[in-house]
């Protein structure tokens, strides 16, 4: 099973975006939001609440460059930009995303503080491999269309699937909404295990403070994940049905190749059962004869699995197509599927009494 780390079960997901019309001003935004999370925090039957830019598996986001204090820029490099993620401080608790390194943002880090940051892991490995993050100072080229100041990191979180669950985490930054505010933000909203439905309160407290506020993208992380990886799962049940059926027909040519030559040697057999042949003898004689066209099919089959095994690579994560305990297994399988239809039609032909196949028909 795929980790997405972050906490998926009973948490589910709604955004807003507020007209620019109406909010034009940064404090209109933050107290928006900022009030609309404490209300929740109060409706009977949540665990806790917060809110970010672009939960994961919620689509979309904005990324720009990074300019690291003290280094120079420089233009034309091919680096993954990295995605702003203003947030509230309850947004991590919420989908139970540990601080790794540093601290955790605080209600005490708003427009009057230091600007600070959190960064992920791939972050890190980007702008400061080998080095310690804390302290370092940069700015990302993205402004939501308000100021976006220099940012010091204050801790690192673990990298965890934002955009997909099968391709790797980008670099992100977490930073307080009120020192980054943005007008469109998603909730995450925690429930107690076992209580109702939360929706129709979630409704009505976005509408007891704008009733022209329409929900989108609402749903729970775990159809998120689920949708996200319905194509892979749909995609490999094909997989193993292909696969399945062509083993199938495998063991019913090798079981027909097999009774067609136990049928030529009818005779043959009679005459060694006659001189005292015994049924272990009998089936060798076979075995030795479809051992040949069975390795040559394993060895052809491995390798075509190995030049093949770049295809299926975008349908796999965190399993290697070329991975030796997979195809030890499956050649393993294979193995013993033809025994079996080898070992069926062998054992029939140890029966035949010397008579019946001296008989000339």
């Not at 034009?24 to 933050?30: F, L, M, P, S």
């Not at 063991?251 to 030529?264: D, F, R």
Request: proline residues 9%.
């Amino acid at each position: 099973d795929i980790q997405p780390g972050y906490q998926t079960e009973d948490v589910v997901r709604f955004g807003l975006t507020l007209p620019p019309a109406q909010y034009g001003e940064r404090e209109q935004v933050t107290q928006f939001f900022l009030g609309l999370e404490e209300n929740l925090k109060a409706v009977p039957g949540v665990a806790s609440v917060g809110s970010a830019f672009r939960v994961p598996l919620g689509g979309g986001g904005s990324s720009g460059s990074v300019v690291v204090e003290g280094r120079p820029d420089v233009p034309g490099t091919s680096e993954m930009g990295t995605f702003p993620r203003p947030m509230t401080p309850g947004y991590l608790r919420t989908l139970e995303i540990p601080i790794i390194q540093g601290r955790e943002l605080s209600p005490a880090d708003d427009g009057n503080s230091l600007p600070v940051a959190l960064v992920n892991q791939a972050f890190v490995n980007q702008h400061f491999p080998g080095e310690d993050p804390l302290g370092k100072k940069f700015q990302v080229m993205v402004t939501f269309g308000f100021q976006s100041p220099t940012w010091t990191i204050v801790g690192v979180v673990p990298d965890v699937h934002s955009f997909s669950l099968t391709d790797p985490p980008p670099p992100e930054v977490f930073m307080p909404l009120t020192q980054m505010a943005t007008r469109s933000m998603t909730y995450v909203v925690r429930s107690v295990p076992g209580s109702a439905s939360l929706l129709a309160a979630i409704r009505a407290e976005v509408q007891a403070l704008d009733p022209n506020l329409p929900l989108r993208s609402v749903a729970t992380m775990q159809t998120a994940v689920a949708e996200q990886m319905a194509p892979t799962r749909f995609y490999l049940v094909l997989l193993t049905l292909f696969a399945g059926l062509a083993v199938v027909l495998a063991a019913v040519g090798l079981y027909g190749v097999v009774s067609y030559l136990v049928s030529l040697q009818r005779q043959e057999v009679g005459v060694r059962v006659a001189l005292g042949a015994d049924a272990g003898g009998i089936m060798r004689m076979f075995f030795r004869q479809a051992s040949v066209p069975i390795g040559s099919g394993l060895l052809v089959g491995l390798g075509i699995a190995l030049v093949s095994g770049r295809v299926l690579e975008s349908f796999l994560y965190g399993v290697d197509p070329r991975d030796p305990l997979v195809l030890t297994v499956v050649t393993g399988l294979l193995v013993c599927v033809s025994f079996i239809a080898v070992a069926v039609p062998t054992q029939a032909a140890t029966k035949i009494s010397p008579t019946e196949a001296m008989r000339v028909e």
